[in-house]
């Protein structure tokens, strides 16, 4: 459904408050030989399990942005995983040195995907994550990330794409999707083609897959990111209407998915 809108083992390094009840730790686990350094956060005055959310980051790398992310939704009663997807908490500058980055994991489809459920594996694993309500939410490269996780199969419940790229799934992925996928796009995003809009909603359709493509009238790319205007790329522009909806319309799909 388009909508236009007008606007495995985990070791502790540090532990640390976030604020009243929100707690955070630094984690590192392994995906092969390569160690990758994520960041937990989840509300301690809460008791039991609770739904998990996978965090997958921009090309940029797991940077504040994608930690806050983990924080704001340990603050709405997840516990939630940033993900490391370039091993060693390796981040970038640069958009050249990023896209090379995000360009080497991308370039191995299922090892990026096992790296991926490396992370959701390390989120499941923890007492206070609820395995059977899970979700993934990406930004950018993190975006993809999360739809090549619902391509895969992952068991999750839902998978969430904020100004992502769109792989084209092939029928045989879309069969094997579990995930309700709700896509937020921004509708003056230069960097995503009009054929790859197309080709990610035709493969969709085809399979009739659950999903949800919201475009957001004059966002441009990076629109949820709030100092996306630093890089000085016209192509990249916070748009805080895009931003706050498209929060919106995760927490309406985890109400409806994980039903906290």
Same mark, same amino acid.
């Given at each position: ?44 005055? =809460? ?20 930690? @806050? ?9 997840? =516990? ?63 975006? @993809? ?15 969430? @794409? ?51 493509? =919201? ?6 790319? @990076? ?38």
């Amino acid at each position: 459904m388009l909508r236009i809108l007008s606007l495995f083992t985990c070791v502790i390094v540090s532990s640390t408050a976030v604020h009243a009840g929100v707690q955070s730790k630094k984690m590192t686990y392994k995906h092969g030989d390569v160690d990758c350094h994520g960041f937990l956060a989840w509300d301690d005055s =809460i008791d039991g399990a609770r739904p998990g959310v996978l965090v997958v980051h921009e090309w940029w790398g797991l940077n504040d942005y994608a930690r @806050s992310r983990a924080e704001q939704l340990a603050e709405l009663g997840y =516990i939630a995983l940033a993900a490391d997807m370039y091993g060693e908490g390796k981040t970038a500058a640069h958009p050249q040195e990023a896209g090379q980055m995000a360009g080497k994991v991308r370039a191995n489809v299922a090892d990026w995907r096992k790296r991926a459920t490396a992370a959701l594996d390390v989120l499941k694993s923890h007492p206070q994550c609820d395995k059977t309500r899970l979700a993934v939410i990406g930004y950018c490269f993190g975006g @993809s990330t999360a739809l090549q996780l619902a391509f895969s199969g992952a068991d999750i419940k839902a998978a969430v @794409s904020f100004h992502g790229s769109l792989p084209t799934p092939t029928d045989a992925e879309v069969k094997q999707i579990k995930a309700r996928i709700l896509v937020c796009h921004g509708a003056d995003d230069s960097f995503i083609p009009d054929a790859s809009i197309k080709a990610f909603r035709d493969a969709l359709d085809k399979g009739d897959a659950k999903y949800d493509f =919201i475009s957001y009238r004059g966002a441009k790319h @990076s629109f949820t990111v709030p100092d996306a205007d630093k890089h000085n790329n016209p192509g990249m522009k916070y748009d805080k209407a895009a931003d706050e909806g498209s929060w919106k319309e995760m927490q309406a799909l985890f109400r409806q998915t994980l039903k906290k």
